[in-house]
Structure formats: C-alpha cells, structure tokens
C-alpha cells in the first residue's frame, strides 16, 4: 500500500485508501470526478514537493497524472516572419526538470533559470514557480483544466490565471483567505491541471538574472550566455544550498516511473560526485548515500516585496 511517505520530498506521511495514476487525459478526468461525486477526500499529486502530510492514515484518493509527453508542434517552423516563437505542450504529470531538460536541448530559452525546481508541470502553474530571475508565468501560453465545479475542460489564459508572486487563480481557488483552507476542494485546486501550452523563444542564450547566479557564472546580471551553462550553473547552485530533491528517492517503486530514466541517472551521478568530494561512501546498492538535506518542501517563506520607501 502506498504511503504519502514514498511519494513525497519530505518523506513523511501516511497510507493511503486509493492510490491512482492515471496513464490517459480520459482517465484523469474520470479518476478526480469519481472521487469528487462520491464526496471523498482528493489530492491531485504531483512529486509531492510542496507538502507536509500527517502520518494518519488518509481514507481518500490520490491521484497522480502517469502522463509525461512533451510535444513540439510548431518545431519545423520556429523562425517564419521572423518570430522566434516555439510552441512547446506538456501533460500535466511530466517532471518539471525533465520538460527544463528538454527545452534547453532543443535550443529554447525561457524556463532554464528554473532548472532543478522539484515537481511537476501541473504543478508548476500553481504556485507560478520561480527562481534566479525567472518564473513560470512569463512563458505559460495557456493551461488545460478540469473544472471540478462546472464538470467542464476549459483553456486557461494568462488573463485567467492571475499569477502574481508565488500566486495563480488555481491556487486562490483551495484558500478561503490568506493561509486559510477553503471548505470546498483544499487541499486540490478546484482547477486541476490537464497540460500546458508553453511559449518560448528559439535561442540558444539566455539571459543571467540574479546577482547570486551571475556571480557563479562570474558574468554581471543582464548578461547573455548558453542557457544550457546557465542550466548548469543554476544545478550547481541549488545542489550546494541542498535546494535539489533526493535523486535517490527515484530508487522506490513508487517514483520510479515519475521521472525520465536518463535524467534520473545524470542527477545520481551529481550527487555521487558531491558525495565523493565530502568523503561520504557510496550505498552497498550501489547508489549514492541520499542527501537528507534535501528532505524538504523548499522555501517556507515568501520574499517580502517592499516599495522603494517601505525598504
Ligand atoms: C528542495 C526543494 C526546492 C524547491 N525550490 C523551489 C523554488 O526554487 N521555487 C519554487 O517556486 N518552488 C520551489 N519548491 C517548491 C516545489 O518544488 C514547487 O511548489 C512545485 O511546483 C511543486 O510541484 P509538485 O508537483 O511536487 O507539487 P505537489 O507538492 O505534488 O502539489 C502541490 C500543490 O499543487 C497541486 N497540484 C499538483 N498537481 C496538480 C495538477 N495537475 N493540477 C492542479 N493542482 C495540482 C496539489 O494538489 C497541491 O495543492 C522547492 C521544493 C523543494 C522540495
């Protein structure tokens, strides 16, 4: 039986009744309004990157999107008029780093800032995730949703997404008020992600833009350069404020599948080099000792944002 446990970063948490990973956009639909119209608790999981479950057994359903395609409509014609525009989709259930990956080896720029962010596409919109200058809003198109109000898909713009800081209509739509779970749907959004319609830019550069990541790159904030240095720049940097999730998490049954096999090997070969230069020895499984440090949900808190005079 699976527990929250196996399937979140903080690896705490209980067993739970239904487990369902859903491997089509019919089933995910089916999976949350079965659960819905029999008045069950839901959670729509993603890699359970930003939770803290209780250890109590949960008697409701979870679901997890087993979807992951990412696809390129418009790639045979990137540069026509000379609109550098890349339409990029993503199911809901893909890795967030996976679809990073991706991107930065097509040669796209947007989202490489954003590398090594744990979780899910799906989940990527709900709090409009960001990091080292960049966030999730400003290339987000359109995103799919299941209505669990109306029982209908509607396509989400910008417009309707409300995204500010750490902010999405989808979020505001699980709260009440500031910190305060609503009635109806907490702890899912009403809005549960189907996929997202990307909009990125054909170019191999990127723009740096944070102090702490230009300095690494020793290059002034502002500046261009590969977006596949900046990937690994920005790796670098998450991985030695333990900022990165557990690769060895991936080793559970339940994860296995949750992530590309190649991208899961490269982050173990990551964290085995950290592990080598601290001297700490490799598991007799063969895979690198994990990085506790890295249990976590990440940041706790919001940056407070303050008018020039306030500050
Ligand atoms: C080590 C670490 C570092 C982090 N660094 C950052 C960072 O730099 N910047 C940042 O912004 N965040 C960061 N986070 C937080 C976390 O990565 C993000 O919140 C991420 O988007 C969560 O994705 P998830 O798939 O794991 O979501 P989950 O934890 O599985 O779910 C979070 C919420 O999203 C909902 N949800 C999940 N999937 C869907 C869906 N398909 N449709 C609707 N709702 C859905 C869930 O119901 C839940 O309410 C970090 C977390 C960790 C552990």
């Known amino acids: 039986m699976t527990r929250f446990a196996d399937i979140t970063t903080m690896g705490v948490g209980g067993h739970i009744a239904h487990f369902v990973e859903p491997t089509t956009r019919v089933g995910l639909i089916e999976a949350v309004e079965d659960?819905?119209?029999?008045?069950?608790?839901l959670v729509v999981i993603g890699g359970g990157s930003n939770m803290l479950v209780s250890?109590?057994?949960?008697?409701?359903v979870v679901v997890r999107d087993a979807r992951c395609l990412i696809t390129v409509p418009d790639e045979a014609a990137p540069v026509e008029g000379g609109d550098r525009t890349v339409h990029v989709n993503a199911e809901a259930g893909a890795n967030w780093d996976d679809f990073v990956a991706f991107t930065v080896e097509l040669g796209l720029e947007g989202v490489e800032g954003l590398s090594g962010i744990p979780g899910t596409v799906g989940a990527?919109?709900?709090q409009n995730i960001g990091a080292y200058g960049q966030e999730v809003a400003t290339s987000v198109e359109s995103v799919e949703?299941?209505?669990?109000?109306?029982?209908t898909t509607r396509d989400l713009t910008p417009a309707d997404l409300q995204f500010g800081y750490r902010y999405s209509a989808l979020k505001a739509s699980m709260y009440a008020g500031p910190g305060k779970p609503a009635d109806r749907f907490f702890p899912?959004?009403?809005?549960?992600?189907?996929?997202?319609?990307?909009?990125?830019?054909?170019?191999?550069?990127?723009?740096v833009g944070y102090g702490q990541l230009a300095k690494a790159l020793g290059v002034e904030v502002g500046d261009r350069m590969a977006t596949a240095d900046i990937r690994k720049a920005v790796l670098a940097v998450r991985a030695a404020k333990g900022m990165l999730e557990d690769p060895t998490r991936y080793a559970l049954a339940d994860m296995a599948t949750a992530k590309r096999e190649a991208n899961i090997l490269s982050d173990l070969d990551r964290l085995a080099a950290l592990?080598?230069?601290?001297g700490i020895p490799a598991g007799s499984d063969g895979l690198p000792a994990p990085d506790y440090n890295r249990h976590s949900c990440g940041s706790f808190f919001m940056n407070p944002?303050?008018?020039?005079?306030?500050?």
């Open 275 to 278: 592990n080598n230069q601290a």
């Open 35 to 41: 659960a819905d119209s029999k008045g069950l608790p």
């Open 124 to 126: 990527s919109v709900v």
């Open 188 to 207: 899912t959004p009403r809005y549960v992600v189907l996929s997202v319609a990307f909009a990125l830019t054909h170019s191999a550069e990127g723009t």
């Open 145 to 151: 949703v299941w209505d669990r109000e109306t029982k």
């Open 305 to 311: 944002i303050l008018s020039a005079q306030q500050a």
């Open 55 to 60: 250890d109590d057994p949960f008697n409701g």
